[in-house]
């Protein structure tokens, strides 16, 4: 007997929507009010590479090194700066 397809997520038929609906809750887990939203990126093994770098020698995760870049980059108010 074939099992169906596992279905990991679904398409959406509005993008406004779909971008407004945001994250889903899990039953039985409290909402993090501290994340906002997921982006995942495709980057060349060098970048990764030298991104993973970069964030080890400030002592910080690869998402906190990027948080930080993307508020420099596209902040509307001012924001803490990025460890150096």
């Known amino acids: 007997m074939k099992k169906p397809p596992l279905t990991i997520g ?3 038929d509005d993008a406004q929507t779909w971008v407004k609906r945001g994250r889903r809750a ?3 887990r ?3 009010t501290s994340h906002i939203a997921r ?3 495709e980057v060349t093994p060098a970048l ?3 991104i993973k770098l970069h ?3 400030r002592g910080l995760t690869v998402a906190a090194l990027l948080r930080h870049v ?3 980059e596209f902040a ?3 924001s803490s700066a990025c460890p150096r």
């Open 10 to 12: 679904t398409t959406p």
């Open 26 to 28: 899990t039953p039985g």
């Open 30 to 32: 409290k909402p993090d």
């Open 39 to 41: 982006i995942t990126i």
């Open 48 to 50: 990764r590479s030298a």
């Open 55 to 57: 964030a080890f020698a």
């Open 70 to 72: 993307l508020e420099r």
């Open 76 to 78: 509307t108010t001012e």
